[in-house]
């Protein structure tokens, strides 16, 4: 069974950091590419990060580029996204999320960290 | 970016009876190897979103055949043939053709 479990969210005040973390399991992590989607409160799904399989490829949102950082470790078989520079409208539940293949089909999500950034 | 946009936005719908959305998509999903990078998701309360449909109109492993896609190009529907009580929470499209893309979702909520 393909799990995939987020933690590291908290409360961070503005300009702050965090390391989040997903550990995956239940499939052959490095043979994937993953995926970070954010939720704000009661709106809607946002694209944040992505990291090919092998970590050499990444992608960051331009609201998040500089301050977001995408990373993963195949040998532990957890992703990581370092996030800096926070601002309130960074507050969000966010998902892991596993690319099926190099088409960017999204099939299995993480229930999600809540990152709620404020003073 | 490829701007998504799902109609309506609420759906209250009597059980059993069927439901449509429908997602408009600023540009093509249609890419040069002949399939379309439009896939449909399901986020119950409380949950985290499902994939339903990936390809248009392709179920995803244990979805049961009362949902189902359509479209080309720019424009998508997703139907459910005869509503559940267990498919309340709101449906989101999603493109990956250029960098990936959510539709604003809709709430679907049982009369």
């Known amino acids: 069974e393909v799990q995939l479990v987020e933690s590291g969210g908290g409360l961070v005040q503005p300009g702050g950091s965090l390391r989040l973390s997903c550990a995956a399991s239940g499939f052959t992590f490095s043979s994937h590419a993953i995926h970070w989607v954010r939720q704000a409160p009661g709106k809607g799904l946002q694209h944040v990060s992505a990291i090919s399989s092998n970590g050499r490829n990444t992608y960051s949102a331009d609201s998040v580029k500089g301050r977001f950082t995408i990373s993963r470790d195949n040998s532990k078989n957890t992703l990581y996204l370092q996030i800096g520079s926070l601002r309130a409208e960074d507050t969000a539940v966010y998902y892991c999320?596993?690319?099926?293949?190099?088409?960017?089909?999204?099939?299995?999500w993480g229930q999600g960290t809540l990152v709620t950034v404020s003073s | 970016d490829i701007v998504l946009t799902q109609i309506p936005l609420f759906l209250s719908v009597t059980p059993g009876q069927p439901a449509s959305i429908s997602c408009r998509s600023s540009?093509?999903?249609?890419?040069?190897?002949?399939?379309?990078?439009l896939y449909w998701y399901l986020q119950k309360p409380g949950q985290s979103p499902q994939l339903l449909i990936y390809e248009v109109s392709n179920r995803f492993s244990g979805v049961p055949d009362r949902f189902s896609g359509s479209g080309s190009g720019t424009h998508f529907t997703l139907k459910i043939s005869r509503v559940e009580a267990e498919d309340v929470g709101v449906y989101y499209c999603?493109?990956?053709?250029?960098?990936?893309?959510f539709g604003g979702g809709t709430k679907v909520e049982i009369k």
């Open positions: 999320a596993r690319g099926y293949d190099s088409s960017g089909l999204i099939d299995y």
């Open positions: 540009q093509s999903l249609l890419h040069s190897d002949g399939k379309t990078y």
């Open positions: 999603m493109q990956s053709i250029q960098l990936l893309t």
